[in-house]
C-alpha cells in the first residue's frame, strides 16, 4: 500500500520560498500522478499542483502559476513543491496526494486515492 509522508513545511516571510517534499513508498512511484492541495483555517481543501507519473506535464492553480513548482525523482519516490514569492494568503496545510488511476492528470480532489498527513506552511506580512 502506497504510504505518503510530507516534509518542509515552516513560517516564512512574504516574498520568501520554501520547497516541500512527499516521500512515497508501496507501489511503483512513476507508475501515478501527483497532486497538491491545500488548505487554510475555515475554507475547503483546494487544488495547487499536479504532476504526471513520467513527471513530463504538470499543471497549477492559476492562484499559483509563476510562483509554484511541481517537480519529482522518481528514483527517490518524492515529488517537490517549491513555493516562491510567498504571499500570506499561501498560509495552509499542504498535503500531496497521489492518483492511482489510469487517466489524465485532474484537480477535483476526490479524485486522489492516498493522501499525506500533511505539512503547515505559515506565511508572515
Known amino acids: 500500500q502506497v504510504q505518503l509522508v510530507e516534509s518542509g513545511g515552516g513560517l516564512v516571510q512574504a516574498g520568501g520560498s520554501l520547497r516541500l517534499s512527499c516521500l512515497a513508498s508501496?507501489?511503483?512511484?512513476?507508475?501515478?500522478?501527483m497532486g497538491w492541495f491545500r488548505q487554510a483555517p475555515g475554507k475547503e481543501r483546494e487544488f495547487v499542483s499536479v504532476?504526471?507519473?513520467?513527471?513530463?506535464?504538470?499543471e497549477y492553480a492559476d492562484s499559483v502559476k509563476g510562483r509554484f513548482t511541481t517537480s519529482r525523482n522518481n528514483a527517490k519516490n518524492t515529488v517537490y513543491l517549491q513555493l516562491n514569492s510567498l504571499k500570506p494568503e499561501d498560509t495552509a496545510v499542504y498535503y500531496c496526494?497521489?492518483?492511482?488511476?489510469?487517466?489524465?492528470?485532474?484537480?477535483?480532489?476526490?479524485?486522489?486515492?492516498?493522501w499525506g498527513q500533511g505539512t503547515q506552511v505559515t506565511v508572515s506580512s
Open positions: 504532476i504526471s507519473g513520467n513527471g513530463a506535464v504538470a
Open positions: 508501496g507501489r511503483t512511484f512513476s507508475s501515478y500522478h
Open positions: 496526494a497521489a492518483d492511482l488511476g489510469i487517466r489524465p492528470l485532474v484537480r477535483r480532489d476526490t479524485e486522489y486515492d492516498i
